[in-house]
Every structure is written in structure tokens, then in C-alpha cells.
């Protein structure tokens, strides 16, 4: 009795070696290699598509079934136009024989520059065995940067003088392939009046004028900072450009000034000359 239920202990772990054996020498003879095979363009920028082409290699010996390609995990600012799941119906061939599929991934406005990654699953088998295989693949993502700079500077009259008011115009240009976003400049100068201005965007090849009034209170050559703030998809950027102004000398100015003097010393006379008269006048009253 003892003899016989060892022999069918034995039986039975010969059994399920065997059973392992096989499904270990299916293991190692069915093969299912994932790769990119392209990434068109192979960097994207924001608002624009890239395809991903993929390719499935039978790198074994035995027929795999039930091949199913999934993307598992992806950015919410990316989309995806082909379905998740792939299904591979077909019997793959033998080895080297390959599957291919092309997904279109669009980058919405919402994305930023840098590395995007998918996770995805492979599976495959027989009726014997299932194989699972998990990896990731990425895509780039750039974006072209601003590049804000003084296009010209004017003034309204050309030539301002000392007490006028003065218009300044300084037109701003977007060299850049980016777009530039809250660009607000303002002018640092030694005088009164509205000396900020708010652009808003320029977009790449755009300009646009930032206007200050200005009241000069003195002539000659005056040092000024041109400073320009803006965003864009790098983040907060800031330049400054020294500038001068050239103010003459209000003639005007001058002669309403000596007009003024002759009148307050014409004033100051009158009155010295009144008391004087006065005085004179009441001493020959008391004679």
C-alpha cells in the first residue's frame, strides 16, 4: 500500500516537471519584440501633430497568439486618435515576421515643453501560456522662444522742449517664433508724467507701441532705461535698453521769464517810487 502511493507521489512530481519544462521551453521559444521604428517630426512643438510608428517582431521560434499592444498610461495634454487597444487577429508568422501600426498624437495648447511618456503593455501566448511585457517610449516637446526688441523711438514734437509735453514712442517688435504674452514696458526717467504702458501679446512677426506723455523740466541730453517685461512659453523674461532724449531749451520759457522779471521789478520800482513820493509829500505839508 506504502509502495504504491509512493509511486504515485513520483508520478505526480514527474508529472508537473514536466508540464514546467514545457511551459518553460515555450517560454523561451516564443518571442514578441516591441520597438519605434520612427517618430515623425522627431521633436513637436505645442498646438501641433507627430505620428509614432510601432513595430511587433515574432523574435521566437513558436507562433504567439492573442497579440495585444496596449498604451497604458499617457498625459492628458496629449491626445491619441487611434484606439488604446490593439488587437493583432492575424497569426503572427514565423520569426522575423513583423506587425506595424502608426498613432497620431496631437500637443495641445495646454502642454508644456519638455519629455512626454507612455506606458504601454505587451501581451501574447497560446493555450498554454500568456507572456506579459511592459515598457515606455517618449516623445519631445518644444516650443519656439520670444524675442522682443525696439523696432523705433519717436517723440511728438521731434524736437520737445523744456515745460512741453512730450509724446514718446517706442514701437516693440517680436523677432521670435514664439509668441510673447502680458508685455508691459515702462521708461525710467528723471520726469513727470505717465511713464508705463501695457502691449498685452505680440505674437511671433508682431509689433506694437508703448506710449509715454512726458513733462521735461530741464534741457540738454537726458539718460533713460527702456524696461520691457513679457512671458512666453519659457517663463517671465525681462531686458532693459539704455536710451537718451535730447531736450532744447525753451526760448519761450526764457522770455516769459525776463517778462516776468521786468514786471516785478517794474512792480518793486512803483512801489519804492509811491513811499518815496509820499514821504516827500508829507514833509512839505509839515514845512
Do not use: W
Request: hydrophobic letters at 40%.
Amino acid at each position: 500500500m506504502n509502495e504504491r502511493k509512493l509511486m504515485i507521489g513520483i508520478l505526480g512530481i514527474l508529472a508537473i516537471l514536466l508540464l514546467t519544462s514545457g511551459v518553460h521551453a515555450f517560454a523561451d521559444t516564443m518571442c514578441v519584440d516591441f520597438q519605434v521604428t520612427d517618430i515623425t517630426p522627431s521633436s513637436v512643438e505645442i498646438g501641433e501633430e507627430v505620428t509614432v510608428g510601432i513595430q511587433l517582431d515574432n523574435c521566437g521560434s513558436e507562433l504567439p497568439e492573442n497579440v495585444r499592444f496596449e498604451i497604458t498610461r499617457f498625459s492628458n495634454d496629449i491626445i491619441i486618435k487611434e484606439p488604446l487597444v490593439i488587437d493583432f487577429k492575424k497569426p503572427f508568422g514565423y520569426a522575423n515576421s513583423d506587425r506595424f501600426n502608426i498613432y497620431h498624437l496631437y500637443v495641445t495648447d495646454e502642454s508644456s515643453p519638455g519629455e512626454y511618456v507612455f506606458e504601454y503593455k505587451l501581451s501574447y501566448g497560446n493555450k498554454e501560456l500568456s507572456i506579459e511585457k511592459e515598457g515606455n517610449f517618449s516623445v519631445t516637446v518644444t516650443s519656439q522662444e520670444s524675442d522682443l526688441n525696439i523696432a523705433y523711438v519717436k517723440t511728438e514734437p521731434i524736437l520737445p522742449k523744456a515745460g512741453d509735453e512730450v509724446t514718446l514712442t517706442i514701437r516693440l517688435e517680436n523677432f521670435g517664433r514664439g509668441d510673447a504674452n502680458s508685455v508691459k514696458a515702462k521708461v525710467d526717467i528723471p520726469f513727470f508724467g505717465i511713464k508705463e504702458s501695457f502691449l498685452g501679446e505680440l505674437e511671433s512677426g508682431d509689433d506694437s507701441s508703448a506710449v509715454f506723455t512726458l513733462v521735461p523740466d530741464k534741457s540738454g541730453v537726458v539718460n533713460y532705461d527702456l524696461i520691457v517685461t513679457y512671458k512666453d512659453d519659457f517663463g517671465s523674461k525681462e531686458f532693459t535698453e539704455s536710451l537718451e532724449l535730447n531736450i532744447k531749451e525753451n526760448t519761450r520759457s526764457n522770455v516769459l521769464t525776463i517778462i516776468i522779471i521786468i514786471v516785478l521789478v517794474s512792480l518793486v520800482g512803483g512801489i519804492i517810487y509811491y513811499f518815496k513820493s509820499k514821504k516827500a509829500l508829507n514833509k512839505k505839508e509839515k514845512k
